[in-house]
């Protein structure tokens, strides 16, 4: 939030006289203006061209959740000119750009519009004084996080108007193979190198992770939905390889007696913990004197340069209710031992149930992914799922949010069946008192059911590393290709999403 006070807009527009040119307006009094709104110089391009049109101004930050349209275009105009004459060009420009909000100014004068419907009206005209007085509506308005909601908000209808208009589509066209909608990505042309296409998409700064210092926002997710066999562990396995690959440190906490997280990652929980004298997830949850630290085995993957840190699990721990109950603020026990942890991510595998250790893992998060394939049961129990989300909120006292839905398992050939399952989730978000914050991640994240992802566990390692798996045939490594692209676009979507909402 920027800081701003009466002083700060009196001192701006004492800059101001009648002599003052347009650049002078621009320089002096708008570019403040727009940082006091929040933006900073990336959020704005100047003299920026549509067509034949020169916009002075189009202000749409980057992370915005559509590139189109701008959310606030401004008009220039010299000191000693009338604002009053000049309506019809920021309409024009608004018009052209398709702008929600419109600024015309000459540094005494403000005048706003608003575009709706293919109508530009004024709203309001303020003079120096009155904006100095008003100033706290005019920054609700204009500033950058009221941008961002907006432009969430556009980008909402517009998922909404794709899904409606795929259904009529794939309906009235039941019969024939569709085109483009829920289509993979075309397979790499022959004699196109896989691995100069991977390496082209990796992001420049991504060095060795362990070197990478921590940067961004830090979160502990739960990966949660209380259906089992939805795709939980496989989706936190290759999502936080994917994140690693990106330059992320990552941790990964097996709360889940069934162990597979840890085996999934070629970790014995007797062999290679229990009688090696290692510490596990039950020795963190019932020990107060037991640090995070003392129970971390790092896996490193080294010809996919991939590094995991993995708290592991153990059958053990589903004897442990009972003990868990007993113990003083077992509640809370994680959520300290995960204080200061210097991970960017730590995610927590849970087992499919609303038990204690679900409980202990929602405490200690500060947010919640959930994985969902598109079928029929896994979709009615999200119903429940956000359901129990919203209540945990009783026992917090901050805010546990639902970073998004992440599809883990769907069928790339039943375009109309994921259609319908798409609708539904969206009809489940409405009836949720959060729903309307809720958000379907967009189709390029979610991940295809495909055998090779499958086999994954077995060979205890992330899907990155089957390039290398002898067992595999070329075609099965190009198909793996696939929904490593997906996971990495679903890391992507996850950072942007933790930046966008500022959850830390
Ligand atoms: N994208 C995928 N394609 C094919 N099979 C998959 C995919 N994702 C997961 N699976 C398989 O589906 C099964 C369930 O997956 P997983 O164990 O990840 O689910 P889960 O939600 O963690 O289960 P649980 O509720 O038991 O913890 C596993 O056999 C896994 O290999
Ligand atoms: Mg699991």
């Not at 020990?287 to 003392?294: G, I, R």
């Not at 960017?344 to 947010?367: C, E, Q, T, W, Y």
């Not at 992914?369 to 129990?381: C, D, G, H, K, N």
């Not at 067992?471 to 942007?496: C, F, G, P, V």
């Amino acid at each position: 939030m920027t800081t701003w006070n009466s002083s700060t807009l009196s001192d701006l527009f004492v800059s101001i006289t009648p002599y003052s040119s347009e650049a002078d307006v621009e320089s002096k009094v708008i570019v403040p203006l727009l940082r006091i709104l929040g933006y900073s110089a990336r959020d704005w391009r100047e003299q920026f061209t549509i067509g034949k049109v020169k916009l002075d101004f189009l202000v749409h930050p980057k992370e915005a959740a559509l590139p189109y349209p701008p959310y606030l275009v401004i008009e220039a105009k010299a000191a000693s000119k009338n604002i009053s004459h000049f309506g019809w060009q920021i309409s024009g420009y608004m018009r052209k750009s398709g702008a929600v909000m419109g600024l015309l100014t000459n540094g005494y004068q403000f005048r706003l519009f608003y575009h709706y419907e293919g109508k530009i009206e004024p709203v309001v005209e303020y003079s120096q004084a009155q904006l100095i007085e008003e100033f706290n509506r005019f920054y609700k308005l204009l500033c950058k996080e009221t941008c961002l909601k907006a432009i969430d908000a556009l980008y909402k209808k517009h998922q909404q108007f794709h899904i409606q208009f795929g259904t009529v589509i794939s309906k009235a066209f039941a019969n024939q193979a569709m085109l483009g909608l829920f289509k993979k990505k075309n397979p790499p042309s022959p004699g196109e190198d896989i691995n100069q296409v991977e390496a082209s998409l990796v992001e420049p700064e991504s060095t060795t992770p362990v070197q990478k210092s921590k940067e961004g926002k830090s979160m502990i997710i739960t990966v949660f939905n209380n259906k089992g066999g939805v795709g939980k562990t496989t989706m936190t396995i290759n999502l936080a390889a994917a994140l690693n690959q990106l330059g992320k440190r990552v941790l990964l906490i097996d709360i889940d007696a069934q162990a597979n997280l840890t085996t999934g990652l070629g970790i014995d929980p007797l062999d290679d913990i229990e009688l090696q004298g290692k510490k596990d997830i039950t020795h963190l949850l019932t020990e107060p004197k037991t640090k995070l630290e003392d129970t971390i085995v790092r896996k490193r993957w080294k010809a996919i340069d991939i590094e995991l840190d993995i708290v592991p699990s153990h059958i053990r721990l589903s004897q442990m209710e009972n003990q868990l109950m007993q113990t003083v603020d077992s509640d809370r026990l994680l959520t300290k031992k995960l204080k200061n942890h210097g991970y960017d991510f730590v995610f927590i595998d849970p087992p499919p149930s609303f038990g204690k250790v679900n409980r202990i893992s929602l405490m200690a998060s500060s947010g919640i992914l959930v994985p969902t394939q598109l079928s029929p049961y896994p979709v009615r129990a999200l119903e429940y799922v956000l359901e129990q989300a919203y209540q945990l909120k009783e026992y917090r006292e901050d805010n546990l949010p639902i970073l998004g839905i992440a599809v883990s398992m769907y069928d790339e050939r039943s375009s109309t069946f994921n259609l319908s399952m798409v609708e539904r989730i969206y009809e489940i978000f409405q009836k949720n008192p959060e729903g309307e914050e809720i958000k379907l991640f967009p189709e390029k994240t979610w991940i295809p059911r495909l055998n090779v992802v499958s086999k994954c566990p077995d060979w205890g390692y992330p899907l990155y590393q089957v390039e290398f798996e002898p067992q595999l045939s070329q075609h099965d490594k190009q198909t793996a290709q696939n929904a490593i692209d997906r996971y990495r676009e679903l890391a992507k979507h996850l950072i942007a999403t933790i930046d966008e909402r500022g959850e830390s």
